[in-house]
């Protein structure tokens, strides 16, 4: 692990934390940020991602070594939604780049706690290079401090910034709505953490003094109505309560020790391995005679790689190659439709409910269901596992959407190119319209050169 303890430098590190530049008639802060060096996009053709300008794009999230110091409680951060924003914005970890998830707006607090309107956060949000959480995604950490001592000028920039970890809280999440019992709701540790140079959280060392400088209840509030509340029927509960304050060292230690921190030889292998099992795929699409045995052996032999790939490593580009890229895209809504709790019938060709047993676990075999399809049956899969995203995406129910180029005046026009994942939970403020699932002028036809 990434795990410096900063033996001689630490007094150069907290000189630096403290030095100004004091000009004529301005003082400029000098943070203690670091810029991305691009590499993760930057090796071999097969996986250069480029600007207009021809220069390969950083990856937020895995072209950051992040430095962690356990002892002093510091770590490295890249912010993703600021103070104040009126959207939240999230990571794609495929392209790295940042999108629009969701507007905020001025909402009411869902469990009657907070008697005031809940709007945009106090703090800023912000993400662990390298680190992902006990839930399989980016660790997050919620930082506290003026934006200016957050980041070097305008935001978005490719950096990081060095924070201290001062605790960390339990958020958990029920996206059915009916979760009535304590074992049913999803739990997500979030480090709370604090700027280093903001001197009105000087003596904040843990969350019962953060709470002497901030407005902890507007905050509890905010993380458990901002991202939406479940509607059942004519009535709305809600999807998340915050819970169980833990001990800054013991919270920095959880998220690392049962979390996954890459190293750089991991995401070698990884992207190296990957370009393997992207082409592989693509045989199953060479034609319609036999396509259903080449998925089942697909299915069987090399799916769980094309699932950990389809996570983190960008396959066909879709500039140069277009079919290839749309095809392992609809191969990609095969899985989304069967993670959204759905397996695919062959003799009905659609896709249906799979509930759960007492344990958690589907009651149906997905994978055993495909075994018995033949040519016909399999050709309806993929483009039926579309229409299912997009039915799940207009009831407001958790899905995943494909996004082509992130645009717009409240977004950074960024070339996503990947499908993301989004609870489905809105607030009865937001008066925004269900985007899009998947291109309409894009269908499924086999072969490729």
Known sequence: MYICQFKKTTKFIFLLLAFTIIGCATKKIVLPTKEVNPSWFDAGEKFSYKNYEGRTIGHLFFDFAPQIDVKKRLVDVFITTPR??????????VSGRLYKERNYCKTEDIWKNYSSSINRP???????????????????????????????GKFPNEETIQVQVIGGVILKSCLSGLCDLRNQWDSEVILIAKSMLDEDLTKAYGLNSLKKY????????????????????????????????????????????????????????????????????????????GIAKRFQNYHKNYWNKFLICRKYVRHF?????????????????????????????CRSRSWVRNIRDSKGEFVVDSAKEIRGCNDREVMGAFPSAISLLASLANANAPHYRYIEYDSGADTFNQKIYNWVWFNGKKLSCDNSKVKQVFPVDVKFKLGFK
């Not at 993400?127 to 506290?144: C, E, H, K, M, T």
């Open 122 to 152: 106090n703090f800023s949000w912000a993400y662990i290079p390298r680190l992902l959480g006990s839930n399989g995604r980016p660790q997050r950490v919620a930082v506290f401090g003026d934006l200016k001592y957050l980041v070097d």
């Open 84 to 93: 104040d924003s009126a959207f939240q914005y999230d990571i794609d970890l």
């Open 317 to 345: 580009n879709i500039k140069n190659q277009m079919k290839e890229h749309w095809l392992i895209e609809y191969l990609s809504a095969f899985e989304y439709a069967t993670d959204s709790g759905y397996y695919y019938n």
């Open 214 to 289: 901030v407005d902890w209840d507007y905050f509890k509030a905010f993380l458990e109505n901002s991202m939406g509340h479940n509607d059942i029927g004519r009535t709305s509960k809600g999807a998340y309560r915050l819970e169980s304050p833990i001990l800054p060292t013991r919270a920095l230690k959880y998220v690392i020790n049962s979390g996954h921190l890459f190293t750089n030889k991991e995401l070698a292998t990884l992207r190296n391995s990957c370009q393997s099992v992207y082409d592989k795929a693509l045989r199953v699409f060479k034609s319609k005679e």
